[in-house]
């Protein structure tokens, strides 16, 4: 690691830990390419950990659904990192006080019950399948904590955890084999009013199609390999919702359950 990295996760640990919105980073830091991008989420999250937010849980994986990726204007998935001190399970609260932009999304999420190191060979849909122990529905918290995401750029938002603030885990479902994950349809409530709905099949095309891109791109980046135990959010099946103090929401996927969030 050069001291540029190091400068560079300093600069976003401060900006993101104070809630002042993240501008373009001084004196040349920002990173130029998405690989730079992934060294400095690195250096982040190690920094992120230091600062109490505990060990990395899992991974999020975003923009890989049509809608997302026409929101943030951004073509191809990019992935992040979640730590254990954001995780809630089933219900979530969280203050408005703590986010710069809350918002939420609507995510089929799978758990590891077996490694799946970097590899030359590529990842299919079906060679990831025999990892996964279980599926859940999740609501991801994004927290839009830039000055202009798009004037920002995307190495940027990776070296950032590209948006996520943590998540809301649902139960987990085990015997999932005998869903067809591209059929469930997810839907999002606000405060009792149905806001968005989205299928599985937006997700790439199945969902397990966003694991293997992961997967892949540990060897593309030159990332860690996904352990055993680790989860992953595949992707939102709707746009981004932002909330507002007082808001209730509830995210239900056929088959995987319901999911709530409280922002105080």
Not at 20 to 28: K, M, R, V, Y
Not at 67 to 94: S, Y
Request: hydrophobic letters at 45%.
């Amino acid at each position: 690691m050069n001291a540029k990295t190091l400068s560079a996760a300093s600069e976003l640990l401060r900006q993101r830990l104070s809630l002042t919105p993240i501008e373009t980073l001084a004196d040349g830091l920002s990173p130029l390419s998405v690989t730079d991008g992934y060294v400095i989420q690195k250096k982040l999250n190690d920094l992120l950990t230091e600062a109490g937010l505990g060990q990395v849980a899992g991974h999020k994986i975003g923009c890989t659904t049509p809608v997302m990726q026409a929101f943030v204007n951004i073509n191809h998935p990019c992935a992040g990192r979640i730590f254990d001190k954001t995780v809630m399970h089933e219900h979530g609260n969280v203050p408005r006080h703590g986010f710069v932009k809350i918002g939420m999304e609507c995510e089929i999420a799978v758990r590891l019950a077996q490694d799946l190191p970097a590899s030359s060979l590529p990842y299919t849909r079906e060679s990831v399948a025999s990892s996964v122990g279980e599926v859940m529905a999740a609501i991801e918290l994004v927290d839009n904590r830039y000055r202009d995401f798009h004037a920002l750029g995307v190495p940027t938002l990776v070296a950032d955890d590209f948006f996520n603030a943590g998540c809301v885990l649902g139960h987990p479902v085990q015997h999932w084999h005998a869903l067809d994950l591209a059929e469930l349809q997810g839907r999002t409530y606000i405060n009792g009013v149905e806001v968005a709905a989205g299928r599985g099949a937006m997700v790439m095309g199945h969902p397990l199609n966003a694991l293997a891109w992961l997967a892949n791109a540990q060897a593309e980046y030159g990332l860690p390999g996904l352990k055993s135990g680790e989860f992953i959010l595949l992707g939102s099946l709707v746009e981004t919702q932002w909330l507002a103090a007082g808001d209730r929401v509830r995210i239900e996927i056929d088959n995987l359950g319901a999911v709530s969030l409280d922002v105080d």
